[in-house]
């Protein structure tokens, strides 16, 4: 199994930052992805990196403003979020999976509690 333990999430004013962690243990994997679902809709991708290729990929809502990066020696995938705007209020969860990078729900494996962020206006 695959342990992920999300923290950083809080509440921000529309144009601050945060950075979440997203602490890994357990067995090896391949790929690390974000993912938020905001009240009442249902969750999607966010950004995700290949832990060994560092390939990494962003949701279009996201690109530009958000950075995904990993500390090997932690075990922990960052995800640095800039320009926040109201829209990107969300519980966001980090997830794993044995394959390359994917930017679908359904092929992450391991998800992790999630990280309440509030980005008021």
């Known amino acids: 199994q695959v342990q992920l333990v999300e923290s950083g999430g809080g509440l921000v004013q529309a144009g601050g930052s945060l950075r979440l962690s997203c602490a890994v243990s357990g067995r090896p994997f391949r790929s690390l992805g974000w993912f938020r679902q905001a009240p009442g809709k249902e969750r999607e991708f966010v950004a995700a990196i290949n832990w060994n290729t560092d390939t990494i990929r962003y949701a279009d809502s996201v690109r530009g403003r958000f950075t995904i990066s990993r500390d090997n020696a932690e075990n922990t995938v960052y995800l640095q979020m800039n320009r926040l705007s109201p829209e990107d209020t969300a519980d966001y969860y980090c997830?794993?999976?044995?394959?390359?990078?994917?930017?679908?729900?359904?092929?992450?494996?391991?998800w992790g509690q999630g990280t309440q962020v509030t980005v008021s206006s």
């Open positions: 997830a794993s999976r044995d394959g390359v990078t994917s930017p679908y729900e359904i092929d992450y494996k391991y």
